[in-house]
């Protein structure tokens, strides 16, 4: 059974930044590849981010690139999303995921770990 813990979350101001870690536990995390996801109140859940299983593949879509960055520590078990220049349009709750295969997607329902979250707030 995989596990996965978010961490980092917090109240930032616009402009600032903050650095969410997604530990791993109970497989082999460097066969998983990951993927970030946010939900705002009363807003379906967002694609953030994704990475495959070596780093060598991300993925984001245009609300936060230039802004967000993804890397993963397989030697440690750890993802990690580097946020930039956060907006309050970025407050949400975060949540890492993971899924088998080489393959990244931005669609929530390929991933089949998902964590709890952590809430990220951005005030103007």
């Known amino acids: 059974q995989v596990q996965l813990v978010e961490s980092g979350g917090g109240a930032v101001q616009a402009g600032g930044s903050l650095r969410l870690s997604c530990a791993c536990s109970g497989r082999t995390f460097s066969t998983y590849a990951m993927g970030w996801f946010r939900q705002a109140p009363g807003k379906e859940r967002e694609f953030v981010a994704a990475?495959?299983?070596?780093?060598?593949?991300?993925l984001y879509p245009d609300s936060v690139k230039g802004r967000f960055t993804i890397s993963r520590d397989n030697a440690n078990n750890t993802g990690n999303l580097q946020m930039n220049n956060l907006k309050p349009e970025d407050t949400a709750v975060y949540y890492c995921?993971?899924?088998?295969?080489?393959?990244?997607?931005?669609?929530?329902?390929?991933?089949?770990?998902w964590g709890q979250g952590t809430q990220v707030t951005v005030s103007s």
């Open positions: 990475i495959n299983w070596s780093g060598g593949r991300t």
């Open positions: 995921a993971a899924r088998e295969g080489t393959e990244v997607y931005n669609r929530g329902r390929e991933y089949k770990y």
